[in-house]
């Protein structure tokens, strides 16, 4: 899997990230899409990742897994800082 078939969850609205989703196994044709975020981003990955899987592309794709983790890495102030991470891939049935 390529990196284009990564979908990184951030402030914009949250039907673009749906219509980003939907354009990839469309429009690029990809078997597989990886939808990440992090920290207050993760249940917004999960909406999307539900939204479009069930309302836009209903029967055409399904969840192939899910991925947690956290990463750890120093702020502004110089102190260690541990964020939680999610990756939901989903593949083209």
Known sequence: MTA??????????????????????????ADEVTIKARGKFISRA???????????LEGQVAMKGIVIDSEEFEN??????????IEITLIKI
């Open 76 to 85: 502004k102030e110089g102190r260690q800082v541990r964020v939680s991470t």
């Open 46 to 56: 999960v909406d999307v990742a539900e939204v479009a899987a069930k309302r836009f």
């Open 4 to 29: 284009d078939n990564s979908i990184f969850i951030g402030g914009k609205p949250f039907m673009n990230y749906v219509t980003g989703v939907v354009m990839q196994f469309t429009t690029k044709s």
